[in-house]
């Protein structure tokens, strides 16, 4: 580079820079995102894969507000490109939609504003390419580029296959001049390759970001009593917004009413119900009305709802990919929110069984690869995220702490339940010898809640049918509860030490070889400590920080923060529009701890731009006074 083309580079970055905190309240780019606008601007095709929450919207909105004509953007469903005109419109930019909602007078107005040249950003359906007037109309208004989002959705191996994206290959013949960007969150070797050709992409420049989602905190419990231990974790984030997934309809309908039952406002999701009914319950839930929604996983597609704060399964996915899409939903603000999953042995049985549906072989084997490794990553022991992320060919790279010495460097990411601490391992040889032993000696033909009731000699019906009560097994464990024994036979059923005979109906442990070893007092048995055990003190030894909001803030600036998010809904509901459209949790939070008082603190809080202070610097300036005079 000469003199002049430093220069040069230094003005784009600085002219970059003030867009992105004029019109978006950033300070800084996420990962890549500068590189992406960067390109675009330059007149390249783009291809980026980025995971869910990095910020792939702000690649093309950037370049849009920074560039003469407009961007055109496709995306797969109405509500997203409602929702992201919405935020648009929010910030400042001229944007519109048109789709299969659109009638002829909104038509024709977009249409006049399209050719006044007057738009930043048009989001459009795929089909739309369908249509002749559509491109004559875009044709004579020159736009300045394309997005497409979600492109994954081309690849018939991706796994949102939508024909209608097959459309998108003109965009390349018909508007030569113009650069296309295509962006995705789930892209393997073989997408990639699809996304790229399809869209006839010309050389483009490649990005791959990191899958890491700093923000999230990992948990995974041995599943004992779904209902319970997710009332267990609702105490420690009260009113805040998150997704249960179940795994059935009729869990999903039993989760949902003993939410409500204990005063959470929650609804249930699944694909039993009425198209009209998921869409009202869906926007309920945007809107933060229905902060908790208990769903299969049919829900969660279409959904930008930036202020999810969890995101707990109450059953085991069938693989990781759904994992880590499914958890993704959660923080995408940045703020910090948490991922519990309650893993139990007889869910990987119930996948298990379902595999025989599969009708080419190749496909079941594969799919039996996925589920097993899916149980592996539940199972293993170490940092989450390092396992996570090893899945996806990634290899975790733990931050320094403060200080940046090479002995500061962490271990693992120090915000998952393994790191902080509470995840304790210990012996319990003695104890898998007693519940091994009760499994043995009733003929290896008993379930675990009959075992757990000779364990701690529980004098039932079936047992004095059985003569049960008269083995040497009977009360051994009475020093512990029935759910530690429980709790016991699951992490042997998940060591291999015990197992579930697929054959039979009901899911039957049995002593395995290595049960008989252990038996034998050749092998030593360790568990994972109960994790609802872990004390408050280990969770706060994160060196990421926070679990969840509750920890960002101290308890007075959560007393601010709640008297912001009260405006927030007050001002979305007068707008007609979810809150997180207004202002992100993320925001919310900087609002929070900043105080701002004037104009230009408000503007030092992530997600202020120039519009977003004209719109709402007096009503929320106003708050923060009141609260600071009133404390
Ligand atoms: P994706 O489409 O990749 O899932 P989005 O474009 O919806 O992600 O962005 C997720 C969230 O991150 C949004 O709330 C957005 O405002 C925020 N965001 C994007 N870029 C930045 C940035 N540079 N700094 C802070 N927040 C950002
Ligand atoms: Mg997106």
Redesign the pocket.
Known sequence: MNANETKNDDEIGARLKRALADTFG?R???PY?EEIVRAILGGEDVFAI?P???????CYQLPAVCSEGMCVVVSPLISLMKDQVDAALNNGIDAATLNSTTSSSEYREIAEHIDQNRLDLLYVSPERFKNPRFKELLKNAGPSFFAVDEAHCISQWGHNFRSDYLELGQIVDEFPTCPVAAFT?TATEQVGQDIVSSLKLRNPHCVKASFDRPNLFYQIAYKEDVERQLLDFLKECPDESGIVYRSTRKSVEQTAATLVKNGYKAEAYHAGISDADRIAVQDRFARDETPIIVATVAFGMGI?K?NVRFVVHGDLPKDVESYYQETGRAG???APARCLLLFGYQDVAIHRSFLKDYEDETARAAAEFRLNEMARFAETDGCRRVNLLRYFGETYKPRALDGDAEEDVAEGCGSCDYCVGACKRVDATIDAQKALSAMARTGNRFGASHLTDILVGNLTEKIEKFGHNALPTFGVGKDKSKRYWRYLIQALLSQGIAEIDPSREYPIPQVTSLGWEVMRGRRTVEIVERPDRATKKARSKAVRGAANLKDALNSKDRKLFEALRALRAQIAKAENAPPYVVF?DKSLVDMAILKPRTDKEFLEC??VGVRKLQNYGTEFIAAVERFLEEN
């Open positions: 950033f800084s780019f996420r995102q980025m869910t929450g990095g910020g792939k919207s702000l969150a930008d930036s995408r603000d940045g992100s992530s997600g």
